[in-house]
T-cell receptor
Framework: NAGVTQTPKFQVLKTGQSMTLQCAQD?????MSWYRQDPGMGLRLIHY???????DQGEVPNGYNVSRSTTEDFPLRLLSAAPSQTSVYFC?????????????FGQGTRLTVV | QKEVEQDPGPLSVPEGAIVSLNCTYS??????FMWYRQYSRKGPELLMY????GNKEDGRFTAQVDKSSKYISLFIRDSQPSDSATYLC????????????FGPGTRLSVLP
């Protein structure tokens, strides 16, 4: 039972480069989201999706794009990497519906922008 | 003021101690309260979930919610070195597609 799978686990980018962080879940969850985690800041929501074809911005969306073409996949794109985007990124999924309770998290992607 | 406040610690206790972890919040619409545990270099995992005010117990863990004071707590009895982790509180109003709001986390070390 894979749950939420994120790739890659580690990445180093140069300023200005672009890349896509992959996230896939096999639990048929409607709701998927991307967070970044920085020391002392906790988890901050970047973008989220309540179902295939529907996405919306979270608290810190600038510099990131998302799309949701299937229920299973929710990739996060960094358009032009900046050192301020150095962080640990977590993808999460949950059942959604009327009550949005347990979120299942991936193992994280540690991104360094130099 | 942040929507959810949490003492970042670090908190160090001896094995067997009772640990109290707390969060305060400002949004009175929150109805669902969760505690996540995050081991180093891992993703958070759900530990406890509580709806509205009251207590919930699961083994050595007890979650308390006081909506009138906008204050939630997690108690760990007979703490073990394996409890050493960062504990994140999270909250939701529970509407369809409602997002979670997380506290910054408290780092706990239980010393053998």
């Amino acid at each position: 039972n894979a749950g939420v799978t994120q790739t890659p686990k580690f990445q180093v980018l140069k300023t200005g480069q672009s890349m896509t962080l992959q996230c896939a879940q096999d639990m048929n969850h409607e709701y998927m989201s991307w967070y970044r985690q920085d020391p002392g800041m906790g988890l901050r929501l970047i973008h989220y999706s309540v179902g295939a074809g529907i996405t919306d911005q979270g608290e810190v969306p600038n510099g990131y794009n998302v799309s949701r073409s299937t229920t299973e996949d929710f990739p996060l794109r960094l358009l032009s990497a900046a050192p301020s985007q150095t962080s640990v990124y977590f993808c999460a999924s949950s059942y959604g519906g009327i009550v949005n309770t347990e979120a299942f998290f991936g193992q994280g992607t540690r991104l360094t922008v130099v | 003021q942040k929507e959810v406040e949490q003492d970042p610690g670090p908190l160090s206790v001896p094995e067997g101690a009772i640990v109290s972890l707390n969060c305060t919040y400002s949004n009175s619409a929150f109805q669902y309260f969760m505690w996540y545990r995050q081991y180093s270099r891992k993703g958070p995992e759900l530990l406890m979930y509580t709806y509205s005010s009251g207590n919930k117990e699961d083994g050595r863990f007890t979650a308390q919610v006081d909506k009138s004071s906008k204050y939630i707590s997690l108690f760990i009895r007979d703490s073990q070195p394996s409890d050493s982790a960062t504990y994140l509180c999270a909250m939701s109003a529970g509407n369809y597609g409602q997002n979670f709001v997380f506290g910054p986390g408290t780092r706990l070390s239980v010393l053998p």
